[in-house]
């Protein structure tokens, strides 16, 4: 649906992207993570026909999307990451600016969003939150029911309810088998929406993983309190790795915890933990800091 192919745009003093491939299959929702200035946004305005690459190409439905790129604006629903509105209208009166400028009669839908996302957008812009604005962002992305969506950081200014509405309407949207790419510093909306997730850092892409995979293959923190101390330094001998408090000992292992709990049978233990590793972490690792 969306192929992104050696892509590079090259802003001076090691600013913008470079040489970034990957593609975002039909029905997927692709995620992508970096932190600020490493790219996200260079690389949705490519992919919206803002700006032309340097190199390589941007192609949505195998339509290039410079040169294509009113057809792509169109068609494709995009939330960017700082609006430009008209501040003397009210909300209602730019959503349907929007759609009369896109050609969209139906207006159902937008009164659906805005009635899921409880926006009241009778006032005028200039009055709203930060918080209202995206949500005129969001409706205007998603009033036409489009079957590709390009969000850049969708939930900014949201808050948490808002932030769980935005997932369920990305749930949704995956079920009706749409195309999802978005960018988001939000790890939970990210794990909990996407199917991959890219991670760059200084315009090139650091990994791509599979959400599945990511959460199926990452490290568990175990905590382990030992019932004596005896028992406690046993383990840490074997385990030179681990961190001791007191009579805990924690520790990450990668994968099945089958190895760990057959060891620790032959151990008195008074409490045992387990938690998952966040994507935050797994994220940070990346970037070794
Ligand atoms: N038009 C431009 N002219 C010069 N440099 C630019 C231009 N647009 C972006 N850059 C630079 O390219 C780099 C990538 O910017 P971009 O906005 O894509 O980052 P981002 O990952 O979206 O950041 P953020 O998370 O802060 O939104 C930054 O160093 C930025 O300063």
Redesign the pocket.
Do not use: A, L, W
């Given at each position: 649906m969306i192929e992104i192919c050696h892509l590079t745009?090259d802003?001076?003093?090691?600013?913008?992207?470079f040489d970034m491939s990957f593609q975002i299959h039909k029905g997927e929702i692709l995620g992508i993570l970096?932190?600020?200035?490493?790219?996200?946004?260079?690389?949705?305005?490519h992919l919206m026909g803002f700006?032309k690459p340097d190199q390589g190409t941007v192609q949505i439905q195998g339509k290039d999307c410079f040169q294509e790129a009113a057809f792509i604006q169109q068609n494709v629903g995009y939330l960017p990451?700082e609006i430009a509105f008209m501040d003397d209208m009210t909300g209602m009166n730019f959503i349907h600016l929007i759609a009369k400028l896109k050609g969209i009669h139906d207006l159902s839908y937008a009164h659906w969003l805005i009635n899921f996302l409880e926006l009241n957008a009778q006032g005028q812009i200039k009055r709203m939150s930060k918080g209202m604005k995206q949500k005129i962002g969001l409706v205007i992305a998603l009033m036409h029911d489009p079957a590709i969506l390009i969000l850049?950081?969708p939930t900014s200014g949201l808050d948490p309810l808002m932030q769980m509405k935005f997932i369920e309407l990305m749930k949704k949207a995956k079920q009706q088998g749409k195309t999802v790419f978005m960018?988001s510093?939000i790890f939970e909306e990210i794990e909990n929406v996407c199917d991959r997730v890219v991670i760059?850092k200084e315009?090139q892409v650091v990994t791509i993983e599979d959400m599945e995979q990511l959460k199926h293959h990452r490290y568990k923190h175990y905590e382990i309190q030992f019932h004596s101390l005896l028992e406690m330094e046993k383990f840490m001998y074997q385990h030179p790795d681990a961190k001791r408090h007191q009579q805990t000992v924690s520790l990450l292992v990668k994968g099945s915890p089958d190895q760990l709990i057959k060891e620790l049978s032959s151990y008195t233990i008074d409490d045992f933990n387990v938690q998952p590793q966040s994507l935050e972490e797994i994220f940070l690792q990346y970037y070794g800091e």
């Open positions: 745009k802003y001076g003093n090691h600013r913008g992207v970096g932190p600020n200035g490493s790219g996200k946004t260079t690389i949705i305005r700006i990451g850049d950081e960018s510093h760059i315009g």
